[in-house]
């Protein structure tokens, strides 16, 4: 009989040996979907880093074309300025010419009175 639990013992191991060969190609096969997984994980997290350095670059252009629009408005405000320093200078300028002009033809008033105070008095 020692003979028959042999195979029985070697039945028995190599039942167990395909147990354990099958506990382990389950724990492969966990192992390959987690691995699967953790790639679908990765592949998201770089789409969306992807997404994030595109948000930045556009935001980064966006920036940068204010930045320069807003000097340009600077430029124009400062053109402004000086356009308008200028045309109160030229209005100044023309109402000292205007205040000269009312100046001479006032002389020229007073002349005329005078003359005609100088004929009225000649006149009498």
């Known amino acids: 009989m020692p003979?028959?639990?042999?195979?029985?013992?070697?039945?028995?191991?190599?039942?167990?040996?395909?147990?354990?060969?099958?506990?382990?190609?389950?724990?492969?096969?966990?192992?390959?979907?987690?691995?699967?997984?953790?790639r679908e994980v990765r592949d998201q997290h770089r789409e969306e880093l992807e997404t994030v350095r595109q948000e930045r670059e556009r935001l980064r252009e966006v920036g940068e074309a204010a930045r320069a629009a807003a000097e340009d408005a600077r430029s124009a405000a400062d053109a402004a300025r000086h356009a308008a320093m200028e045309a109160v200078s030229a209005t100044a300028d023309s109402l000292t010419t205007t205040l000269e002009q009312m100046k001479a033809i006032e002389e020229m008033r007073q002349t005329l009175r005078d003359i005609k105070d100088v004929n009225k008095l000649s006149s009498n």
């Open 3 to 38: 003979n028959d639990q042999k195979p029985q013992q070697t039945d028995g191991q190599a039942e167990q040996h395909r147990a354990l060969a099958e506990s382990a190609r389950d724990e492969a096969e966990r192992f390959r979907r987690l691995a699967e997984e953790a």
